[in-house]
């Protein structure tokens, strides 16, 4: 089963906005990543967190985690065009090993 | 980008036609895997394989096969093809222990397989 659950939704802002993105998961996990693919293309990692960190930053990312909740955050601040894409969260629990489970989506439309 | 290749990009087929989808990673990484994903929905895992001559099903049964005879190869194939095996199929690939994203999977850009 999938251990990575965004809620299902479509995002569509304007460019400058910020767009924010959740995923839940049902075991516990060692760490949980955010991956994002453009349209037709594969998947490429933005950002991993650890199962012992609550938030973690990179250039216009921003990733929360609550292991109590068993959810996480994306925040993409200050939006672009180029972040129009499909961002996924995965996490390796209960598989561990390098095996990850994946979660169904998030379209994000930056309107220029 | 990702050292992790695939071919072909597309493929049209008729149905019972035989093929091989391939997947090349120039990283040394141990670990590959093959997602299958239809438009705008989740990836599942279909196979993986921790090194060579290692290879385990996924959490979604296919009828596909792989084989890992050498690292940098991870083929997968389908003796017949029929028009529920459409989808895409994407390649990915993953190191263990080094650098700072301990289980980073990098993903190749993907087989569009359409089989009529």
């Known amino acids: 089963s999938q251990q990575g659950e965004e809620d299902p939704q479509a995002l569509s802002i304007q460019e400058g906005e910020n767009a924010t993105m959740n995923c839940s998961y049902k075991t516990s996990i060692n760490n949980l990543q955010w991956y994002r693919q453009n349209s037709g293309r594969g998947l490429v990692h933005l950002i991993l967190?650890?199962?012992?960190?609550r938030e973690k930053h990179s250039g216009r990312l921003r990733v929360t985690l609550d292991t109590s909740k068993k959810s996480s955050s994306l925040l993409i601040t200050a939006s672009r065009a180029a972040d129009t894409a499909s961002y996924f969260c995965?996490?390796?629990?209960?598989?561990?090993?390098?095996?990850?489970?994946f979660g169904k989506g998030n379209q994000v439309v930056v309107i220029p | 980008e990702a050292d992790i290749y695939q071919t072909p990009r597309y493929l049209v087929i008729g149905t019972g036609k035989k093929i091989t989808l391939e997947c090349s990673q120039t990283?040394?990484?141990?670990?590959m895997y093959w997602y299958q994903q239809d438009p705008g929905m989740e990836l599942h895992l279909i196979h993986y394989s921790y090194g060579v001559n290692s290879t385990e099903k996924g959490d979604l049964s296919s009828e596909s096969t792989v084989s890992r005879i050498r690292t940098e190869h991870f083929p997968l194939t389908l003796e017949s093809a029929r028009p529920s095996h459409t989808s895409q199929y994407l390649c990915a690939s993953s190191d263990l222990g080094q650098g700072r994203s301990y289980n980073e999977q990098f993903f190749g850009p993907g087989t569009r397989l359409t089989v009529l």
């Open positions: 990283m040394g990484h141990d670990k």
């Open positions: 995965a996490t390796d629990g209960p598989y561990g090993n390098n095996r990850l489970a």
């Open positions: 967190i650890r199962s012992n960190e």
